[in-house]
């Protein structure tokens, strides 16, 4: 029992190395595509009412949907979301030529806001473009500008708490949309690496040296603590994302794991023509096949496998190095004095 024990120690340690890679391809991905900026402008459009509906045939709105997933809304024609982002007080939050900024402060928002819909500010020209309240956004505004009874600070109390709750539920759609991206890159890494848990599994109970390995460096183990955003440009946070990623899959192919793939070289040789026999010499061109590790044998087994490993760096690494620590103290042998969590 307590060697099988030892197995879940060693799969967790295992889980948190791959969950680590799978954070730092997904890190590289979202600030690549500048998602969280992506996913800010798509919630204030909503909030705006200038997020488009998803309408055609149900291909068609899958499409849009997953688009909008990736945060590639289709947001050209929100004219008053594009006119507060181009705001200085907003435009100003990202270097020039950047992407959107990732953050917005709720007393920015506000200002920028009625500057926006009043032009220079004054309560009489934002009461004007608020009047006509057939449209979305001045049925939202118009009540709460009456309940402030034309009071700009009051007004703006109100636009900041309705645009934390919209930004609560953007935040719940960029965690949604990060664990499906997670789950995606896991099984892509999963695939490329040969990740076959159940094949690790089986190695493992072959194996009681490598797991003892294993489990003595969960218990030594300590991740770094996470750092805070630094004032850093976009550019050198995605150097820092590199080089860390780059650090994280050496760390992970260092473990003398029964991963990868069987690599072999085949070359064939071929006989010169007739005319050259006098001067008779072989050549050949070598081919380059992969195949499946001795024991992985069914396919579909080994894609399960490969399912289950995406399904753990889904979870992230903060989960599994949480369980490591539980799992020794249920063990009976915990962390050394003085030694991080």
Not at 127 to 154: I, W
Not at 274 to 297: M, N, R, V, Y
């Amino acid at each position: 029992m307590l060697g099988m024990f030892d197995i879940i120690i060693a799969m967790i340690f295992i889980y948190a190395f791959f969950a680590s890679l799978v954070s730092g391809v997904n890190e590289l991905i979202v600030q690549v595509l500048a998602m969280r900026g992506r996913v800010l402008f798509e919630g204030i459009a909503m909030m705006l009412g200038e997020l488009p509906r998803d309408t055609g045939s149900w291909i068609v709105r899958e499409f849009k949907i997953a688009k909008r997933k990736l945060g590639f809304a289709d947001t050209h024609h929100a004219q008053r979301t594009n006119a507060l982002f181009a705001h200085p007080l907003i435009d100003t939050l990202s270097p020039p030529g950047s992407s959107r900024p990732s953050y917005i402060s709720p007393k920015t928002f506000s200002m920028a806001l009625i500057y926006v819909l009043s032009i220079d500010g004054s309560v009489e020209n934002l009461r004007k473009s608020l009047e006509d309240r057939s449209k979305p956004l001045n049925k939202l505004l118009g009540p709460m500008l009456d309940e402030a009874k034309d009071n700009l600070d009051a007004f703006k109390m109100k636009v900041e708490e309705h645009y934390n709750a919209v930004m609560d539920r953007a935040s719940g759609w960029y965690k949604r949309r990060t664990q499906f991206m997670m789950f995606f890159v896991g099984l892509i890494l999963a695939g490329c690496l040969n990740v076959d848990s159940i094949y690790i599994v089986q190695q493992l109970q072959k194996n009681p040296e490598q797991v003892q390995k294993l489990v003595a460096a969960a218990a030594e183990y300590s991740p770094a603590s996470e750092q805070g955003e630094s004032a850093a440009d976009e550019q050198e946070k995605l150097i820092q994302t590199i080089r860390e990623l780059n650090i994280k899959t050496d760390e992970f192919r260092n473990m003398g794991l029964p991963i990868g793939w069987s690599i072999a070289r085949e070359t064939a040789y071929m006989q010169p023509e007739a005319e050259h026999i006098s001067g008779a010499f072989a050549h050949g061109e070598s081919d380059i096949t992969f195949s499946l590790l001795p024991g992985q044998k069914s396919m579909m087994l080994v894609f399960i496998g490969w399912l289950a490993t995406a399904l753990a760096g889904a979870l992230g690494a903060p989960f599994w190095f949480d369980a490591i620590s539980k799992a020794f103290a249920v063990r009976g042998s915990g962390r050394k004095p003085g030694e991080s969590n």
